[in-house]
């Protein structure tokens, strides 16, 4: 098998790197590729991208540095970017992070504000003048007389979902709701508040939900 593919789309080039090849060897067939390229290319006035997809292989920065290096030395290619099957140890945390639920079952009294990174599951109570912010969506369960704010501090496709009857504020991302100034509706468990393409706090039922949000992964801890 070999240890690089080259393929042509539209007007770029990708070298698939073989995720079981010797790097080394790698390299030697890229910049051998890249040669006969530039023996076989009229002159372009603009430089040709090249993407690499280093496949099941995550490349650190050294070899990314050393591939990068190899592309410089013609001067019609330019590197564009760096595409993997695999995610970086960083990567996956942030995303499990972003998608875990904390449940909280404890009171939230007032004067206290209380950060979630993830989701929320809200089962304790809310005092009044209490904030809860978490940087994903929350789900209220309990009796919120506090602010709620789901997306904190600019995730806009955050959703919060309950009873806000009796909520002071609700916000999601950077917009925010004074509850008492809401038009005259009602609210139950049911209710579902999300950013609509206009950039507007929107009111629904949690039944649209797929139709409104149809990404939803959420990661049990």
Same mark, same amino acid.
């Given at each position: ?12 080039? *990708?070298?698939?790197? /073989? @995720?079981?090849?010797? *790097?080394? =060897? ?19 006035? #603009? ?15 050294? #070899? ?5 290096? !190899? !592309?410089?030395?013609?001067?019609? *290619? =330019?590197?564009?970017?760096?595409? @993997?099957?695999? %995610?970086? +140890? ?9 998608? %875990? ?30 904030? &809860? ?13 506090? !602010? ?7 995730? @806009? ?10 909520? @002071?504020?609700? +916000? ?10 809401? =038009? =005259?509706?009602? %609210?139950?468990?049911?209710?579902? %508040? ?5 950039? &507007?706090?929107?009111?629904? /039922? ?9 990404? +939803?992964? !959420?990661?049990?801890?």
């Amino acid at each position: 098998m070999k240890s690089v593919t080259l393929k042509g789309k539209g007007n770029k080039y *990708f070298l698939e790197l /073989n @995720s079981d090849a010797d *790097f080394s =060897e790698s390299l030697t067939e890229i910049k051998k590729m890249l040669q006969q390229l530039v023996d076989s290319t009229s002159q372009h006035s #603009q430089k040709i991208p090249i993407v690499i997809d280093s496949q099941n292989r995550l490349l650190t920065s050294d #070899q990314f540095t050393e591939i990068k290096t !190899i !592309i410089s030395e013609f001067a019609i *290619f =330019e590197l564009q970017h760096v595409v @993997s099957n695999v %995610f970086s +140890r960083q990567k996956v945390e942030q995303l499990l992070a972003k998608n %875990f639920l904390n449940i909280e079952t404890k009171i939230i009294r007032s004067g206290k504000v209380v950060d979630y990174q993830g989701n929320l599951l809200l089962l304790g109570n809310v005092h009044k003048g209490a904030i &809860v912010r978490a940087t994903g969506d929350i789900y209220i369960g309990s009796h919120v007389e506090g !602010i709620v704010h789901a997306g904190f501090p600019n995730y @806009s496709g955050a959703i919060l979902t309950g009873d806000i009857s009796h909520a @002071s504020q609700i +916000r999601i991302s950077d917009l925010i709701q004074i509850v008492a100034d809401m =038009e =005259e509706q009602t %609210f139950n468990n049911n209710s579902l %508040f999300y950013i609509n393409d206009l950039h &507007v706090l929107t009111q629904d /039922n949690i039944s649209n939900l797929h139709e409104i949000k149809p990404r +939803r992964e !959420i990661i049990l801890g």
